[in-house]
């Protein structure tokens, strides 16, 4: 076997979620993320495809964060022979087990609903995983903080560097010989209100660039479009429901909730967080603000303070969020998932869709194929649970939540590396946006930048 590195894109590749990346030199192997495929059923079908190599072959895992499709093919690869370690900061170990639990669960309730209702094309339906697969998955994860090199083998090893995407998100450092990789995994944004910025980073043969916002820049932020959508809401007796991922996004959006009541913006009406997930998120990131993690601003405790002074309610068990389908007056609903692809929010939309009085916003990037891009889009019927469901509620899109990167933060963080990378690989995007910012690489920084297939293996300097 040679002793040349290659790096495989196993994921991520011409598409937004699935990233999966293996680095291999001689016997050792190793995958930087190892996310699930979501959006179109095209790309969701990939998640049944096993990796075209033995699970149980691979020495070890490496999360940049705690995010579904980087962390949520995890219990499937265990099931089919990983037991190798998985390497994560504390913060992405403590979020990633609530992620996966709560996918485990998703799965289990939506095979066994399909099953029920009769219109799943399988028979029976089954998850791709269960929860004694996320169990047996967890005791494998390692944790390591921040600026720590940690060997994996005899010839590898990676440090992990502060992103600023979400809490105990990281990009890798991954040394394989004498090179070395960065794979950013999601790069936060200068401007998060809760996270330092992303650091700088070193001087490296390749780089694995994410591209989610690849061909735009995002727009100064307008709270007064989230203002308008509450306002107008409440005035006409509806419900505002704001799918909401339950990690980062639930802690931004009442951040900015809490912000616009306390100005006088909008009315003062309750605010439901109907979703387990991001309450048990919410308890990691007041620990997080607690001991004044290193991560976050100095003024991060501004969370504690909003979540104190709000008229919050925590909604845990099913009756509760079902009474929420048809609430008695005018409130918040903040539910997972965030592309309403999941979760307690497809049963709000499935009632709250069909009465113009009501609102739905949108906080974030909403994949190809998610019912929330379809509403982004314009959809007159949503299909949920086999049947279709009249979209007649507004529908407001606010950009205002992103912490991704966008094209222009993503070439100033790049231009900030101690030296310029031989090759930039940029991947995690749909194809035009991907294409886009490899251009805006070549062109303004003069790299060479090259979108990867599928399936391609490249050697590494």
């Given at each position: ?26 016997n ?36 940049t ?13 265990v ?15 403590a ?47 390692t ?63 390749t ?10 820049t995002?727009?100064?932020p ?42 006088g ?16 998120t ?14 976050l ?16 309610h ?35 939309l ?80 749909e ?31």
């Amino acid at each position: 076997m040679t002793d040349h590195p290659f790096l495989t894109f196993h994921g991520a590749a011409g598409t937004v979620t699935g990233s999966r990346f293996l680095i291999q030199r001689g016997n050792s192997r190793v995958l930087v993320d190892c996310g699930l495929y979501q959006g179109l059923a095209s790309l969701r079908r990939m998640n049944w495809t096993q990796l075209p190599l033995p699970a149980a072959s691979l020495d070890a895992v490496v999360l940049t964060h705690a995010h579904l499709d980087h962390c949520g093919y995890l219990p499937r690869l265990v099931r089919d022979g990983f037991t190798g370690r998985v390497l994560c900061t504390p913060d992405t170990a403590a979020l990633a087990a609530i992620v996966l639990r709560d996918s485990a669960h998703l799965q289990e309730e939506d095979a066994r609903y399909a099953n029920k209702a009769g219109y799943s094309k399988h028979r029976p339906a089954v998850p791709l995983y269960d929860t004694a697969d996320v169990e047996r998955t967890l005791p494998l994860i390692t944790e390591i903080d921040h600026g720590v090199r940690t060997t994996i083998g005899p010839d590898m090893a990676v440090t992990l560097e502060p992103a600023g995407h979400i809490l105990g998100s990281s990009f890798a450092v991954l040394e394989t010989g004498a090179s070395r990789t960065v794979f950013s995994g999601d790069l936060g944004r200068p401007s998060h209100p809760l996270l330092r910025p992303p650091a700088p980073p070193p001087a490296v043969g390749t780089m694995v660039v994410e591209s989610t916002y690849g061909d735009r820049t995002h727009p100064a932020p307008d709270p007064g479009v989230l203002a308008a959508a509450v306002t107008n809401t409440v005035e006409r007796g509806g419900v505002v429901l704001i799918p909401a991922f339950a990690v980062d996004r639930t802690e931004l959006v009442i951040l900015a909730l809490y912000d616009l009541m306390s100005s006088g913006q909008i009315p003062v009406v309750p605010v439901y967080v109907d979703s387990p997930m991001a309450l048990t998120t919410l308890d990691v990131y007041r620990r997080a603000v607690s001991r004044r993690s290193p991560q976050l601003r100095p003024d991060a405790k501004v969370l504690l303070e909003a979540m104190d002074r709000l008229d919050l309610h925590a909604v845990r068990d099913p009756e509760e969020s079902a009474r929420l389908n048809s609430p008695r007056h005018p409130c918040i609903i903040v539910s997972a998932s965030g592309m309403a692809t999941g979760g307690r929010v497809v049963h709000h939309l499935a009632d709250q869709l069909p009465n113009r009085r009501n609102t739905v916003v949108l906080t974030g990037y909403q994949a190809e194929g998610t019912r929330g891009r379809k509403l982004q889009e314009g959809e007159r019927n949503l299909k949920m649970y086999g049947r279709y469901v009249p979209v007649r509620a507004e529908i407001v899109s606010v950009q205002d939540f992103s912490v991704h990167a966008d094209a222009a933060e993503m070439l100033a963080w790049l231009g900030s590396a101690a030296g310029a990378p031989n090759t930039v690989y940029v991947v995690h995007g749909e194809a035009h946006a991907s294409a886009a910012l490899a251009r805006r690489i070549e062109d303004e920084l003069g790299w060479t930048a090259v979108v990867p297939e599928l399936g391609e293996r490249v050697r590494l300097d």
